[in-house]
């Protein structure tokens, strides 16, 4: 079992940037792809990118690309979402999560908060 735990979030003006932390605990993640989603009030919870073990395939939602960067540090046993240009919409709770392959997309932390003011 993996405990995540995400950080960074906050409240931020359109336009501004905030990089996200996720820091992994209980067993190392440094096998494992990993990704983030997020959660809009009312809504269902929705892909936003996943980075495999050693960072050399990354995949991004068409509505986060050029905006959102993931990345992650092995050593550190934590994974990153830098994410800039934010507009209102990206306004939800964000969630790291690993990817358990057979049983998918798992080990769901509490989540950080991010809104964006207009």
């Known amino acids: 079992q993996v405990q995540l735990v995400e950080s960074g979030g906050g409240l931020v003006q359109a336009g501004g940037s905030l990089r996200l932390s996720c820091a992994a605990s209980g067993r190392t993640i440094s096998n494992y792809r990993m990704g983030w989603f997020r959660q809009a009030p009312g809504k269902e919870r929705v892909f936003l990118s996943a980075?495999?073990?050693?960072?050399?395939?990354?995949n991004y939602a068409d509505f986060v690309k050029g905006r959102f960067t993931i990345s992650r540090d092995n050593a550190k046993n934590t994974v990153y979402l830098q994410m800039n240009s934010l507009k209102p919409e990206d306004t939800a709770i964000y969630y790291c999560?690993?990817?358990?392959?057979?049983?998918?997309?798992?080990?769901w932390g509490q989540g950080t908060q991010v809104t964006v003011s207009s």
């Open positions: 999560a690993r990817d358990r392959a057979s049983t998918g997309w798992g080990d």
């Open positions: 980075i495999n073990w050693n960072g050399g395939n990354i």
